[in-house]
């Protein structure tokens, strides 16, 4: 990717107008409210964003709805989502070079425990293979597993916020939530983020995917990662993840980055 494709693919997702988390970031490159306020960022802030897409290494690829450069242009690309969550699988099945692959879901939910009601809250429906690519930990308790995900089990990690304003600091493992009215059992609480950008990245919850499809009636991934077995073949692998999604896709339904195209990116935000 040269200089002016990323300037293209920057401006994009700028133009999208919203400040969105690290995890959003990983789904549309980054989202600000405008080059203004990035270019107005002290350097110990621009860092700090460098940082959070640094620690995904060498060997991530995302995989995103619609065409960038379609974007640009004026296109539907970002209006019109077709991927399926069956592309992770096809992904994980025809590409042997990845070690793993996880499609998500994300959007801004109502919490409620004991009738108090957080109105916005960052929501996250995750592939448990997910917590092997991303920078995800758990502080207390632990994460669901694989068959909870495949049985749509009703449990949720949460951030420290809501711990600590929603919960008021109780104990939160075995605590029941609503989330969109529906009911999940906390099992775990993710070790503390900050915030980003003026957003409070402990202000989320995580649900398996599996629940969010069936109890929220969440149809299409936001987003896709897959985690390259050897950083050294990370272009060879993209292609074949390309051609993959070629088999039920056009080239303007969606886009395949690199970890390193995406930290370009950034770098030509920021400076």
Do not use: C
Request: glycine content about 8%; overall charge negative; aromatic content about 8%.
């Amino acid at each position: 990717m040269n200089f002016k494709e990323s300037v293209k693919i920057a401006f994009v997702a700028l133009a999208r107008n919203k400040v969105r988390s690290f995890l959003t970031m990983l789904g549309i490159i980054i989202g600000v409210m405008s080059v203004v306020l990035l270019m107005s960022l002290g350097a110990g802030l621009q860092e700090s964003i460098k940082v959070q897409f640094e620690k995904l290494g060498t060997n991530t690829i995302y995989v995103m709805p619609g065409n960038l450069e379609e974007g640009f242009g004026g296109g539907q690309g970002f209006q019109t989502n077709k991927l399926k969550f069956s592309d992770a699988e096809d992904i994980k099945d025809h590409v042997k070079s990845v070690k793993a692959v996880a499609g998500g879901v994300e959007s801004s939910v109502s919490v409620t425990y004991k009738g108090e009601t957080r109105k916005v809250v960052s929501f996250y429906g995750i592939d448990p293979e997910f917590t092997e690519i991303g920078d995800y930990k758990v502080e207390k308790g632990r994460t669901f597993t694989k068959s909870e995900n495949s049985a749509g089990k009703r449990v949720a990690v949460v951030g420290n916020t809501i711990v600590e304003e929603l919960l008021n600091n109780a104990n939160p493992l075995g605590k029941e939530i609503l989330v969109k009215d529906q009911k999940y059992k906390i099992i775990g609480v993710l070790e503390e983020q900050g915030s980003l950008l003026g957003q409070d990245q402990d202000n989320s919850v995580y649900i398996p995917i599996e629940s969010a499809r069936r109890q929220l009636n969440f149809d299409r991934p936001t987003w896709i990662l897959a985690e390259v077995q050897d950083p050294e073949n990370i272009t060879q692998t993209k292609s074949e993840i390309e051609k993959v999604l070629l088999e039920r896709l056009s080239d303007d339904d969606f886009s395949v980055l690199t970890s390193e195209e995406t930290l370009q990116v950034v770098n030509v935000i920021l400076g």
